[in-house]
């Protein structure tokens, strides 16, 4: 009795993040199956399984699946070349093998060396995006749904500018300001947001509506024209609908083609997937660690599923997992849910849904894509230092400039440089700020001293000036490789006697032991003062 009380309560709680999540994914759905060169209803399809077999699955309590942007390039690639769909399909049945592989051989590990600052800034980066794609739908300039970013084509195409402004529609503005102010005012008056089962988004969309549809029936200017509204299929029977559905063509199996496609898709939607996890349980207030591994898993489940009848390759998604975060969402149920809503709106009132401004739904994602990039994020990042600003808005940079696998990549190769610098500079703590004038110096090795140490301690007893003391404290040293061990050998033997240098070592042994070869590592250093 109490399971079906909490799992009442949890659908209570989260109707309103699902509600908001399947009015952001749907357009996006029918956006990315366009511009993949694919059926429309593909892409529903992909979110329907994304939101409720997947959903079932996972253990994130945030994150959101369903067609990716980030494979859209790849699809339409893939269609042209396979030359037909149904040959694709099977390209994502085999993805979906993959991808279940990789869950049980415990892949999912490696999203663990993600730093946060990156992650930061791939969200970060992905905010801007969001603005800059739905910009263009705000002002009435809807030339695909998932937005025009026609301004990164060859560098900064300056022609895009002017055909925006040229395109501009002012029923679109005047929806599009009207849905911002009442986003806004749900978000800030303690009154209205107390009407949790009612969110901001869908009176977003339904005050869109019912504004152009007093534009339309008075005859204004201002009336928003089919192409600047959702456009969703309609099926006028059941039939209709059957012949909406693609299968998979079995002799695909046979064709190489198909099998390295499968292949890419599966690499690059685990990487995404697993980009997104780390992502969403950041966004997570409560905080909880989803089992990437079992993600994995429930992604392979969702992607032979969707193949099955037609859909498209699918990924965990950063802006639904946004857009739920940001709605409230306190478990999977909310992204269940919204798998839930698209099934019956699909099938029921799919002439209500294309009646929705493409000014409004933008309007939802530009706030979205606010609260990712938000200033705050980066004042945070400078008031922690460089070794984390720098990463973090290098990866935002690239993200927006290129792509999201990229700009992370990008991100990952400037956060490990500084943090093989940082390593390196860490190597031993220094008694004193310089050498110069130093009768005495003391230098303390860290817990473990690497090859990557060996050039910062060997800069500092270059500059040892002769006639000095100087003392090497390795008392609390575990590990020091075989290169340090025998630099230090040579300066105490060798050149300290030859300049006067006064060498006192302490705490070293004899041998330590090598974790990265299980070796041990001998080196006879003279404990004795050089004179």
Not at 159 to 181: C, D, K
Request: glycine share 8%.
């Amino acid at each position: 009795m109490k399971k079906s009380t909490s799992l009442f309560g949890g659908i209570k709680e989260n109707f309103p993040s699902g509600l908001v999540v399947f009015l952001v994914a749907l357009p996006l759905c029918l956006g990315i199956a366009l511009a993949s060169g694919a059926p429309p209803l593909s892409g529903v399809i992909a979110g329907i399984v994304g939101g409720i077999v997947v959903g079932l699955i996972s253990n994130s309590n945030i994150s959101v699946s369903g067609p990716a942007a980030g494979l859209t390039a790849i699809v339409l690639v893939a269609i042209t070349d396979l030359g037909a769909f149904e040959l694709f399909l099977c390209a994502g049945i085999i993805a979906g093998v993959l991808q279940l592989i990789l869950g049980f051989v415990r892949a999912g590990s490696i999203s663990n060396y993600f730093p946060n600052n990156v992650i930061e800034g791939m969200l970060a980066g992905i905010g801007i995006i969001i603005i800059l794609k739905q910009v263009p739908h705000a002002l009435g300039f809807d030339n695909d749904y998932e937005g025009n970013q026609a301004i990164f084509d060859k560098g900064i195409n300056f022609g895009y500018f002017s055909e925006l402004a040229g395109a501009i529609h002012p029923g679109a503005i005047v929806v599009t300001l009207v849905s911002v102010g009442i986003l806004l005012a749900w978000d800030h008056f303690s009154v209205l947001r107390k009407l949790k089962l009612l969110p901001g988004a869908l009176v977003a969309v339904i005050a869109g509506i019912l504004l152009n549809e007093f534009f339309k029936m008075s005859g204004s200017s201002l009336a928003i024209t089919e192409k600047h509204l959702v456009n969703l299929p309609v099926p006028q029977s059941l039939d209709d609908f059957k012949n909406m559905i693609t299968f998979p063509d079995i002799n695909g199996f046979t064709n190489p083609k198909v099998w390295i496609v499968g292949a890419t898709i599966a690499i690059v939607a685990s990487i995404e997937t697993l980009l997104c996890i780390e992502a969403s349980d950041r966004l997570d207030v409560r905080r909880r660690i989803t089992d990437t591994n079992l993600e994995l898993k429930a992604q392979g489940i969702g992607n032979l599923i969707s193949s099955f009848i037609g859909g498209l390759p699918m990924t965990s998604v950063v802006v639904r997992s946004s857009a739920n975060a940001n709605a409230g969402a306190t478990s999977k149920i909310s992204a269940i849910i919204h798998g839930v809503l698209l099934l019956i709106c699909v099938l029921t009132i799919p002439i209500v849904l294309n009646m929705i401004p493409l000014a409004t739904l933008a309007a939802v994602l530009i706030l979205v894509g606010y609260k990712l990039a938000k200033p705050a994020t980066f004042k945070h990042f400078w008031h922690n230092g460089k070794y984390q600003f720098i990463p973090f808005v290098a990866t935002v940079v690239a993200v927006v400039a290129t792509d999201l696998l990229k700009g992370v990549g990008i991100g990952l190769v400037i956060s490990i440089f500084y943090i093989l610098q940082g390593n390196m500079k860490r190597a031993y703590y220094l008694s004193r700020e310089t050498l110069d004038d130093a009768d005495e110096i003391t230098i303390k090795l860290a817990e473990e001293v690497s090859f990557l140490n060996k050039a910062a301690i060997k800069k500092t007893l270059k500059n040892v000036k002769s006639g000095s003391k100087v003392i090497i404290d390795a008392q609390t040293t575990s590990y020091i490789t075989t290169d340090v061990l025998e630099m230090i050998q040579d300066f105490a033997n060798v050149r300290a006697k030859e300049e006067d240098i006064d060498v006192e070592l302490i705490g070293f042994r004899t041998s330590y032991k090598d974790y990265a070869d299980d070796q041990d590592s001998h080196v006879v250093i003279n404990h004795k003062r050089a004179m």
